[in-house]
Every structure is written in C-alpha cells, then in structure tokens.
C-alpha cells in the first residue's frame, strides 16, 4: 500500500475540501459503488485516502495510489449533484445559485430551479426565467458557476 507524504496530503487536502462533490473513476474493491458515483468529501487522512460519503451510502474511502476519483465539473455532473441536493433537502441557509442569505422577499428559496431540481431565491428564479425568455436559454448562467459549486459545496 501506498502512502502520501505530508506534502502530497497537503496538496490533496487542499484539491478535495470537506464538503467538496467527488466522481468515482476507479476504485479496485469488489463492494465498491459503480464507476461515475457522486459523493461528498468527508476530507483526507494521513495517509492521503479521500474520505468519502458515496451517494449510494457506502463509505468506502478512495485509496491513494490505488484509487481514482475527480472533484465534480462538467454541467451535466454539477446537475447530478444539485438534483441529489435538491432531494435530500427543504431550503438552506443560502441560494444555492447566488449565495443570497433569505434577509428579503428576493431571496427567500420559493422557486424552482428551471436548470436543477431545487429550491432557489425568487430573484434567480425570474432571471432564468429572463434568460429563458430573451436568450432561448442560450446565454444562462453554468451550473459550476453557482456560489454553492464555487463554494465547494459546503453551506
């Protein structure tokens, strides 16, 4: 078995932050979740293993130098991840688009994400409705674009 040094573990510590959304590329473990399974990053050990809480519910870590896996990046992975999100919960603290706290009207979560399947603050929702309208959807704003993605998934 490998081991990381501590400035690889630094490194790794600082490419997968607890809270972050991970992809499953390869991991040799015969109970191990189906290649391309989201999870959230529970952080690194000492030893550079990812921690990892896998969608599926299994909490098989990802081994260094054995294992693979990549923080969440393509749209179309980001919107696995915001679908599941939108599940698993009512309304956070914050939009998950904007970042907005609900202090006003605009920014209580009562609308639905036209790109997503969750909750966003009103003033999101209509502009995606504007962009939907004005552009065809064409100029929308991306999924990795989104405070709760660019923020590393944590609220």
Not at 26 to 31: K, L, T, V
Not at 60 to 69: F, I, M, R
Not at 101 to 111: L, M
Request: proline residues 4%.
């Amino acid at each position: 078995m490998n081991f990381a040094d501590q400035k690889m573990v630094k490194k790794l510590r600082k490419e997968f932050p607890v809270g972050c959304r991970i992809v499953l590329d390869e991991m040799d473990d015969r109970q191990a979740p189906p290649i391309g399974t989201q999870g959230t990053c529970n952080g690194v050990d000492d030893a550079g293993n990812i921690l990892v809480s896998w969608d599926t519910g299994s909490h098989l870590n990802v081994a260094y130098g054995a294992d693979s896996c990549h923080r969440v990046a393509t749209d179309a992975e980001v919107k696995v991840s915001l679908d599941r999100l939108g599940k698993t919960r009512q309304t956070g603290p914050r939009c998950p688009r904007c970042g907005a706290k609900p202090d006003c009207y605009d920014h209580q979560q009562q609308a639905l994400s036209r790109r997503a399947d969750i909750q966003i603050c009103n003033r999101c929702g209509t502009e995606e409705a504007l962009e939907d309208i004005a552009w065809g959807g064409q100029q929308k704003m991306h999924l990795a674009d989104w405070a709760i993605v660019k923020g590393g998934w944590v609220e």
